[in-house]
C-alpha cells in the first residue's frame, strides 16, 4: 500500500499557489506519493505539510534543492532548512507551509500521515508533465 493510501477521504481542498508550485517542482525531480496534509484544524505552527518521497539520497537532495529555487525565484525563501547533511529526510520551513521530502525507508519510519492522522489530505496529481 502507497503512504498517500489511507482510510481518511481526501480533502475538497484548494491549495495556495506556494505549495502547489513545490509540488510541481518535487514533480519534476520525479518525486513520488506527493501529498500535502491541512494542518489548520490540528497545529498552531504551520497550516501545511507537503510530503514527497525520492528513492536515494541524492533524488532527495536534488528534490529539495528544486523546491527551493522554484519558491525562490516566486520570491519565497525558507526560513529554515535541514537534512542536507545526510539526504535522507530534508525539511524546508516556509511558515504557512512545511516540506518534507523522504527516502521511503524514513517516511516509513517517521509516518507523518500517520502521526497528523486527524489532518486533512489532499493528494496533489502530477502536473509538471
Known amino acids: 500500500m502507497s503512504t498517500t493510501q489511507t ?6 481542498h484548494v491549495l495556495p499557489d506556494a505549495v502547489l508550485l513545490a509540488a510541481r517542482a518535487a514533480y519534476a525531480k520525479k518525486a513520488t506519493d506527493v501529498v500535502v496534509l491541512n494542518l489548520g484544524k490540528v497545529s498552531a505552527f504551520t497550516d501545511y505539510f507537503l510530503i514527497c518521497t525520492g528513492q536515494h539520497p541524492r533524488q532527495v537532495k ?3 534543492e528544486a523546491i527551493e529555487v522554484a519558491l525562490a525565484a516566486a520570491g519565497t525563501r525558507p526560513a529554515d532548512v ?11 520551513d516556509y511558515f504557512d507551509f512545511v516540506v518534507h521530502v523522504f527516502t521511503a525507508d524514513q517516511r516509513r519510519f517517521y509516518g507523518l500521515e500517520r502521526l ?6 489532499t493528494p496533489v496529481p502530477d502536473t509538471a508533465a
Open 7 to 12: 482510510r481518511r477521504k481526501p480533502a475538497d
Open 62 to 64: 536534488a528534490i529539495a
Open 82 to 92: 535541514e537534512g542536507y547533511d545526510r539526504s535522507d529526510w530534508i525539511l524546508l
Open 116 to 121: 497528523w492522522g486527524s489532518a486533512d489530505f
